[in-house]
């Protein structure tokens, strides 16, 4: 009944969503699995630091609304948290604004995340330094190239129309690069950092259905 997973870097160890908790597992069969944090609280959008299995980010409801948090190990014996005894969290924002979609850096050292109707954010990763990249009511998918200078990310205008733009991840002034009067969202990044692809309806003429392909962009 997993609703979603998120894999260390290693490809060792597992952290399920299953019915709002977080499970941790290894990939071997049979392992233990630790309900690190029980409780009737709403746990999802799970990711591991990269290059690590000591801290897992996720959105939990406890403070009332969605707030981003950090799952870190609180036995001084055992950083592992899978194998730790005793789990902290960390919470990044206020719990006022409702704050959905985390997302790591490459590096680990930033988190991108949407804010209230649709801010996009990024701060550091212990919290500090938190800004807004762009403002919005409508910010869809978005993605950090691979050497986390840059933001790609759709958004939808007041025609219903969405398209993929590109901005400094630092901040700065945002780049269409799709520019096309229908859908297209999901950007996604080659490894190089060197092409972006996405999803896009265009070639959809039929009003009673959706159908994508995949568009990709020589940068």
């Given at each position: 009944d997993a609703g979603e997973v998120a894999v260390s870097s290693d490809g060792e160890e597992y952290a399920l969503a299953v019915d709002?908790?977080?499970v941790l597992v290894n990939k071997e069969l049979g392992g233990r699995a630790v309900v690190a944090v029980p409780g009737p609280w709403l746990e999802?959008?799970?990711?591991?630091?990269?290059?690590?299995?000591?801290?897992?980010?996720?959105?939990?409801?406890?403070?009332?609304?969605d707030t981003v948090c950090l799952l870190v190990s609180d036995d001084e014996e055992e950083p592992m948290l899978r194998?730790?005894?005793?789990?902290?969290?960390?919470?990044?924002?206020?719990?006022?604004?409702?704050?959905?979609?985390?997302?790591?850096?490459?590096?680990?050292?930033?988190?991108?995340?949407?804010r209230g109707n649709g801010d996009l954010r990024v701060m550091d990763a212990?919290?500090?330094?938190?800004?807004?990249?762009?403002?919005s009511w409508n910010i869809g998918d978005y993605a950090w190239s691979p050497d986390g200078h840059w933001i790609a990310f759709s958004r939808s205008d007041r025609n219903y129309?969405?398209?993929?733009?590109?901005?400094?991840?630092?901040?700065?002034?945002?780049?269409?690069v799709t520019r096309h009067p229908d859908y297209d969202e999901?950007?996604?990044?080659?490894?190089?950092?060197r092409?972006?692809?996405?999803?896009t309806a265009r070639h959809?003429?039929?009003?009673?259905?959706?159908?994508f392909d995949v568009y990709a962009l020589y940068l």
């Open positions: 709002g908790e977080i999802q959008s799970l990711s591991f630091r990269p290059g690590s299995a000591d801290t897992l980010l996720f959105v939990g409801d406890r403070d009332g609304e194998a730790a005894r005793a789990y902290r969290i960390v919470t990044l924002t206020d719990g006022k604004t409702p704050c959905t979609d985390p997302q790591w850096s490459p590096e680990g050292d930033r988190i991108l995340y949407t212990d919290g500090k330094n938190d800004d807004t990249l762009f403002e129309n969405s398209d993929i733009f590109i901005m400094p991840s630092t901040g700065g002034d945002e780049v269409n999901g950007p996604v990044w080659s490894a190089d950092g092409v972006l692809a996405w999803s959809d003429h039929d009003p009673n259905s959706r159908t």
